[in-house]
T-cell receptor
Framework: AQSVTQLDSHVSVSEGTPVLLRCNYSSSYSPSLFWYVQHPNKGLQLLLKYTSAATLVKGINGFEAEFKKSETSFHLTKPSAHMSDAAEYFCVVTAYNFGNEKLTFGTGTRLTIIP | GAGVSQSPSNKVTEKGKDVELRCDPISGHTALYWYRQSLGQGLEFLIYFQGNSAPDKSGLPSDRFSAERTGGSVSTLTIQRTQQEDSAVYLC???????????FGPGTRLTVT
C-alpha cells in the first residue's frame, strides 16, 4: 500500500522569497516520487522525479526536492519565487520500478505568489 | 509536436444522459491513462491502456463507466446515466511505455446538472 500527504492545501509567498511545499509519503516498497505542476487551464507537467539515485533532485524552473527516508518526506523547494510559479502542485508516489498505473497523487497544494 | 488533446474541453449534461469523452494521445505512445480530478481532491486513477488492452479496470467508479481504445491511438471514456457526483475534470495522459514520463492533456470539465 502507498499514500502521499501534502501538508498544506494552500501556500502564499511573496515574489522573490523562498518556496516550500511539503509532502510526506508512505510506501510498502522503495518508492519513486514525483512532483507535478498544473497551471490554470493547462495539463499537468512533470517538475522532477526521484527514482533511488541522488537524494537531492533538481527539476525544471529552478525547483528541487530532497528525498529523506528517515522522515518519509519529499518536500519541494525553490530559492526565489516568480509570479509564473503560481499554480497547483501535486506530490506523487509509486513503488520503485512499478509502472505509471500505480501512481498515487496527493490532494495538491495551491501556490499563490504575492507581488 | 502535438501534445495530448482532449475533447470537448467543457461538457454540461443533464442527469441521466450519457456522455463520451475523447482523448488523442501523443503519436507513438503505447500507454494511455484516464484520471478524474474532483474539486479539492487529488487525481483519482480510473483506467489505463497498454495498446488497446486495459489490464485493470478496477479503478472505474461504477459499471456506468467504460472506456475503449482503438488502433492503439484514440480513447473514449463513456459515462452512462450520468449522476451529479460524476461532475469533475477528466484528465487523459499518455506515455511511451508504462514506465515512461506521462504527458497530460488539458482535461474535459464535466458538469452534470
Amino acid at each position: 500500500a502507498q499514500s502521499v500527504t501534502q501538508l498544506d492545501s494552500h501556500v502564499s509567498v511573496s515574489e522573490g522569497t523562498p518556496v516550500l511545499l511539503r509532502c510526506n509519503y508512505s510506501s510498502s516498497y522503495s518508492p519513486s516520487l514525483f512532483w507535478y505542476v498544473q497551471h490554470p487551464n493547462k495539463g499537468l507537467q512533470l517538475l522532477l522525479k526521484y527514482t533511488s539515485a541522488a537524494t537531492l533532485v533538481k527539476g525544471i524552473n529552478g525547483f528541487e526536492a530532497e528525498f529523506k527516508k528517515s522522515e518519509t518526506s519529499f518536500h519541494l523547494t525553490k530559492p526565489s519565487a516568480h509570479m509564473s510559479d503560481a499554480a497547483e502542485y501535486f506530490c506523487v508516489v509509486t513503488a520503485y520500478n512499478f509502472g505509471n498505473e500505480k501512481l498515487t497523487f496527493g490532494t495538491g497544494t495551491r501556490l499563490t505568489i504575492i507581488p | 509536436g502535438a501534445g495530448v488533446s482532449q475533447s470537448p474541453s467543457n461538457k454540461v449534461t443533464e442527469k441521466g444522459k450519457d456522455v463520451e469523452l475523447r482523448c488523442d494521445p501523443i503519436s507513438g505512445h503505447t500507454a494511455l491513462y484516464w484520471y478524474r480530478q474532483s474539486l479539492g481532491q487529488g487525481l483519482e486513477f480510473l483506467i489505463y491502456f497498454q495498446g488497446n488492452s486495459a489490464p485493470d479496470k478496477s479503478g472505474l467508479p461504477s459499471d456506468r463507466f467504460s472506456a475503449e481504445r482503438t488502433g492503439g491511438s484514440v480513447s473514449t471514456l463513456t459515462i452512462q446515466r450520468t449522476q451529479q457526483e460524476d461532475s469533475a475534470v477528466y484528465l487523459c495522459a499518455s506515455s511511451l511505455g508504462v514506465v515512461g514520463e506521462q504527458y497530460f492533456g488539458p482535461g474535459t470539465r464535466l458538469t452534470v446538472t
